[in-house]
């Protein structure tokens, strides 16, 4: 599995569009490292970019940005809201697919020994890359500024840990390291005082404040874990803002932190307008946004993934100042490849057409899938009629959780309809791979048997899924809303039809496969799933016709 890292590096000019050009050009320049994100701010005079890719060209990437930024960035001159000490402030490294923090850590400290030795500007890194963890906090080691370093740098216990101990002027220093996902989010209020903002700031931040209770001073913590936040007025937008980096977002997720800030702003006379997201966030950061305000709401959060987006940037205010473009703001529809789900993005109409070309994809297999995903879909909709029906109030929550389990079902077999066509195409590819010499026909076997195995894997996944669904399917016949019980009839038949079209898929594929006791064993299991579905199929259309009476 190709591990996969993500790069942050945030860059003292927000302003002039040729300088952020000219850095990220160095980014697309290598090869696989993409650039994912840029996001000027004009108030801080700060750029943010985000990288993903594989460790080493993320490494290599991000030296050349900060080679860039400290050739056309001046610090000297640099004013902004944010607080900074260099061209490239701030380098972080955070890990995102098939890689440890551990690992991370040593390629972020890869990077900041290249930029302290090659380039000469002061080094220090933080988080889990820095072993001292008495400097490990970005804030401890930023405090004093760009201003201030001249000479802190100068003191032993901040000598920097690679590059010069003397304070680039032009330059400044970096600060590079590795950490967990982090979130910059900010949100508005009606008020243009910084005073009133960092109030609220200090609310809710789980530093908190130095309160005097009498005559001595205590320190009163804030209301929020792994949230870092400041009050600041933006000349831009004319108001002012608590600006928080979310350090921990499983421990204080986003929509947590929005309402949260509203309390405390009410309670201080304020009133929160909106909010603002800095850079990326997660997908499943933006769904369970969604899914808490549905719930708020008492209504089912079983909608589907657009639907969920909508609500969560409604309800966070996500577009008063900007607009908001999941796809743009989303990491995981930024990474996405649009060829792996070309079947599903085709009009019905389109799909059709295509299945009855003379192309062999997509066949049976896909079509399964597919059918699945309606007859799932249907008994999804029946659960959703049932969490919103007149005088069922009480059981929204039971209705809303087989919605939700619907929706997951339906989602993935979605994503099976594409997966079944790719895997047919991996066996073409593999059969077209030359056979002149010994070598080439033990790869080209091996090839074609690799394929082989996921083309069975791939049915046989729609086969379980669509027989997990059918327990949707029959408790919405059993308890659904009566009206729709003709729809999870209608459920019922497309998810057998699903399992028996996957389980030809399965067998068929099976009979290319070397390996006859896994062949048996599957095809063994197979036989049971299929007759599982075809007995609750029975069961779910007796139940229908008993309800309908006719």
């Avoid at 600060?175 to 200090?202: C, E, K, P």
């Amino acid at each position: 599995m190709q591990q996969l890292i993500e790069c942050v590096p945030n860059f003292s000019e927000g302003n002039d569009l040729s300088i952020i050009h000219q850095i990220t050009r160095q980014i697309e320049a290598v090869e696989g490292a993409r650039v994912l994100n840029v996001d000027p701010g004009k108030a801080t005079n700060r750029t943010v970019v985000t990288i993903v890719g594989t460790p080493e060209a993320v490494v290599e990437a991000a030296f050349r940005a900060i080679k860039k930024a400290g050739e056309l960035i001046d610090m000297s001159k640099h004013k902004g809201e944010h607080p900074r000490m260099g061209a490239t402030d701030v380098c972080p490294f955070i890990p995102i697919a098939n890689i440890s923090m551990e690992e991370t850590a040593v390629y972020a400290t890869q990077l900041a020994k290249r930029v302290g030795e090659e380039l000469n500007i002061p080094v220090y890194l933080y988080e889990a890359a820095q072993p001292n963890k008495q400097r490990s906090n970005l804030s401890v080691i930023r405090a004093g500024e760009y201003e201030g370093f001249f000479k802190k740098i100068q003191m032993p216990e901040w000598k920097p840990d690679f590059g010069p101990a003397t304070f680039d002027a032009k330059r400044g220093a970096t600060v590079i390291g590795a950490r967990d996902f982090l979130v910059a989010y900010n949100v508005n209020l009606n008020t243009t005082s910084t005073r009133r903002a960092n109030a609220v700031a200090f609310d809710v931040r789980e530093a908190g404040r130095t309160i005097e209770e009498n005559g001595i001073k205590v320190h009163q913590p804030g209301t929020l874990k792994s949230v870092k936040a400041i009050g600041w007025f933006i000349e831009e937008y004319g108001i002012a803002q608590i600006s928080m980096n979310l350090t921990n977002i499983n421990i204080t997720p986003m929509h947590i932190a929005f309402d949260e800030v509203c309390k405390k702003a009410d309670a201080r006379g304020i009133r929160v307008t909106g909010s603002e997201l800095v850079g990326l966030i997660p997908l499943k950061s933006m769904l369970d946004a969604g899914k808490y305000f549905l719930q708020k709401q008492k209504r089912s959060v079983g909608v589907s993934e657009k639907e969920l987006i909508k609500i969560a940037v409604k309800s966070l205010g996500l577009e008063e100042l900007t607009p908001f473009k999941p796809e743009e703001r989303i990491i995981e529809y930024l990474l996405k490849n649009t060829g792996d789900s070309r079947l599903v993005n085709m009009q019905l109409n389109a799909f059709a057409d295509e299945t009855a070309s003379e192309s062999p994809a997509p066949g049976g297999g896909s079509v399964s899938a597919y059918i699945g995903s309606l007859g799932i879909a249907l008994a999804t909709m029946v659960a959703n009629l049932s969490s919103h029906k007149k005088g069922w109030d009480s059981r929204w929550e039971e209705f809303s959780q087989w919605a939700a389990k619907g929706q997951q079902l339906k989602d993935e077999l979605i994503r099976l309809v594409d997966a079944d066509t790719a895997a047919f195409n991996k066996i073409m590819e593999a059969f077209a791979l030359p056979k002149s010499s010994s070598e080439e026909k033990n790869y080209r076997t091996q090839k074609i048997q690799e394929a082989t195995k996921f083309a069975i894997e791939v049915p046989y996944k729609v086969m379980e899924t669509s027989l997990a669904g059918m327990e949707l399917i029959k408790a919405m016949a059993q308890t659904g809303n009566p009206n729709s019980v003709s729809d999870a009839g209608v459920g019922a038949l497309c998810a057998r039809s699903a399992v028996m079209g996957a389980f030809m898929n399965v067998r068929i594929n099976a009979a290319g496969y070397d390996d006859k006791n896994y062949v048996a064993e599957l095809v063994k299991n197979g036989t049971l799933i299929q007759e599982k579905a075809q007995a609750l199929e029975a069961e779910i259309i007796a139940l229908v016709n008993e309800k309908i009476g006719l």
